[in-house]
């Protein structure tokens, strides 16, 4: 189980001190000790929250009130508990702030916090074991839930958005395998790109959201099978970096110079030939992309459904 601390700088100290009692299994997210040197802070945290732990754990007090960060982590945090449709945003409340869980976005008539507000010596270890269990039981009913579910149904969920996620990306990416010119002086050819781009972002939209779900979903499915785990988290890891925010992404390039020309723009024979250049060195990244995760995909649910039948 891997947290995120979303707390003020100010309040590193008690939060420390409540969060290193929690056992081995638990592995924390803490900026200063998470963060390599030379990355983008903001990119980082939103990955972590995203798309790499269980539950985030708000810190709640005057300094976080005053904090951006811990307003943008905790509306992030907020996002993806919808998008998961379960607990995901612990609220632990450090000092009594008069509106403090209003402040951050935290609708206090419906939101369960944890009162770490005795900052005795005593009171801190009391908060650190309540801190424990009740990670222990939102992580315990996570499990229970999504093992009770079947299995088979989960699995061919995942597989049918996945597939059609897929073979919408290759359609995108086949109609742009022509020449600048014959695309650009060709309304058929040209409707084709567009179309095809229209069907590939309708799919994406629905499907990119529901990542997070789908893994969560299939490693608690699956949480006996530490390998599998990790390969289904590797996946979805490569089909949201690697293909839609990478490979696929950049051929927006592509597109970007087939509207101009399309619109008239103009060229020389040099110029369209460089852009014919750039766009199969894209185009053909954006297949190798799509093929080795297709490949991985269809190795892993095959591996998964392999489970189900012993």
């Known amino acids: 189980m891997k947290i ?3 707390h003020a700088s100010e309040s ?8 290193e009692p929690l056992p081995a299994h638990v592995s924390i997210w803490l900026d200063r000790d998470a963060m390599a040197p030379g990355q983008r802070f903001d990119r980082r945290i939103r990955a ?3 798309r790499e732990c269980d539950f985030v ?7 976080a009130l005053a904090s951006d960060w811990v307003r943008q982590e905790t509306a992030m945090a907020l996002q993806r508990q919808v998008a998961l449709q379960r607990t995901f945003v612990i609220p632990v409340l450090l000092r009594e702030v008069q509106g403090a869980l209003a402040g951050l976005g935290l609708d206090p008539q419906e939101t ?6 005795d900052l005795s010596e005593a009171g801190i270890a009391a908060s ?18 999504l093992r009770s579910a079947d299995r088979r149904r989960l699995l061919d969920e995942w597989a049918g958005e996945l597939t059609e996620f897929q073979q919408a ?3 995108w990416q086949a109609s742009m395998q022509h020449s600048l010119a014959v695309l650009s002086g060709n309304q058929e050819a040209f409707d084709h790109v567009r179309d095809t781009l229209a069907e590939y972002n309708r799919v994406a939209d629905r499907f990119i959201p529901r990542l997070a779900l789908h893994r969560d979903r299939i490693t608690a499915a699956w949480h006996d099978r530490r390998s599998l785990c990790e390969d289904m988290r590797d996946l979805v890891a490569a089909v949201e970096v690697d293909v839609y925010r990478g490979a696929l992404f950049r051929l927006n390039e592509v597109l970007g ?7 008239g723009g103009a060229a020389t024979p040099e110029e369209i030939a460089r852009l014919d250049t750039e766009k199969d060195k894209l185009t053909q990244a954006a297949r190798t992309a799509l093929e080795r995760v297709s490949a991985d995909s269809a190795d892993l649910i095959g591996d998964l459904a392999r489970e189900l039948e012993d």
């Open 4 to 6: 995120f601390l979303s």
């Open 12 to 19: 590193k100290p008690l939060v420390r001190q409540l969060t």
């Open 48 to 50: 972590a929250i995203e």
């Open 57 to 63: 754990l708000v810190f709640v007090d005057e300094h």
């Open 112 to 117: 369960l916090y944890l009162d770490a507000t």
């Open 128 to 145: 650190a074991r309540t801190l424990a269990e009740e990670l222990f039981k939102h992580c315990s009913m996570l499990v229970e839930t």
């Open 169 to 171: 990306a290759f359609r």
């Open 257 to 263: 110079a087939l509207q101009r020309l399309a619109d």
